[in-house]
């Protein structure tokens, strides 16, 4: 995974949204020497059995597994829309981090909050480069955005590309783990108990999924991307055959 990217930014409407869908990419990213940032619109809550500290808490063990930053916002869980001062907000941050390349929520989804946390990111990264704006930092465009995939619909869309992730998924598996508050809905439905039956069913999960996009591409495991713009390449020496 070398190449000019130094900084990347992954934006998820909450907590765990961005661990799901591309911590194996995260933890290859830092692995490889790149600065990661996550940043999550709201703090995921209120949910059955977590609360804002709990969430919280658990959030920042992920980023610690995974040896990213991370910074919360403090917009509202479950009642997200794409509105001028969030989009705002992301893009200060955005000013003030300047990555090479976003990641966003993928376009289409059941989730309103994941629908307009792909659209405030789009935005976001338009407003970074505008002048005459009250925003910190300094004019500052993002030269790529692609989006990951965190959807509640049961489609299975054609990726513009997957990354290999055979090397990470064990660090991705254990960056979700952090997030026990938001097993037990899953939990119940598959009648898993004790932690060592919580911990089998979320491996098992997303060991399948993973495994069905690196069978796509001859790997272990692998995560999808996609992009609103052509991908260009340097040369052909990181494609997998």
């Given at each position: 995974m070398k190449s000019g990217i130094k900084k990347v930014l992954a934006i998820g409407a909450h907590p765990d949204d961005v661990e799901f869908s591309m911590g194996g990419t995260v933890k290859m990213l830092t692995e490889s020497g790149c600065e990661v940032m996550i940043l999550d619109i709201t703090d995921g809550e209120p949910t059955p059995h977590g609360s804002p500290e709990i969430r919280k808490s658990e959030s920042q063990k992920a980023a610690k597994i995974l040896n990213v930053q991370r910074k919360t916002l403090e917009f509202d869980n479950r009642f997200l829309m794409d509105e001028i001062h969030i989009r705002k907000s992301i893009a200060g941050e955005i000013r003030l981090?300047?990555?090479?390349?976003?990641?966003?929520?993928?376009?289409?989804?059941?989730?309103?909050?994941?629908?307009?946390?792909?659209?405030?990111?789009?935005?976001?990264?338009?407003?970074?480069?505008?002048s005459y704006i009250d925003l910190p930092g300094e004019r500052y465009f993002?030269?790529?955005?692609?989006?990951?995939?965190?959807?509640?619909?049961?489609?299975?869309?054609?990726?513009d590309f997957c990354l290999d992730i055979s090397p990470a998924i064990e660090t991705k598996i254990q960056a979700l783990l952090c997030y026990e508050s938001q097993f037990h809905e899953l939990s119940r439905k598959l009648s898993a108990e004790t932690n060592e039956q919580k911990e089998d069913m979320v491996r098992s999960f997303i060991?399948?999924?993973?495994?069905?996009?690196?069978?796509?591409?001859?790997t272990a495991f692998a995560e999808p991307f996609f992009s609103p713009e052509i991908i260009g390449f340097a040369n052909l020496k990181g494609l997998i055959l």
């Open positions: 981090f300047k990555p090479d390349v976003i990641f966003a929520h993928y376009p289409m989804d059941a989730h309103p909050d994941h629908l307009a946390a792909s659209s405030l990111s789009m935005a976001a990264r338009f407003y970074g480069k505008l993002t030269p790529r955005i692609f989006y990951f995939f965190s959807v509640h619909l049961r489609i299975s869309p054609q990726p060991t399948t999924q993973n495994r069905y996009w690196g069978n796509r591409i001859g």
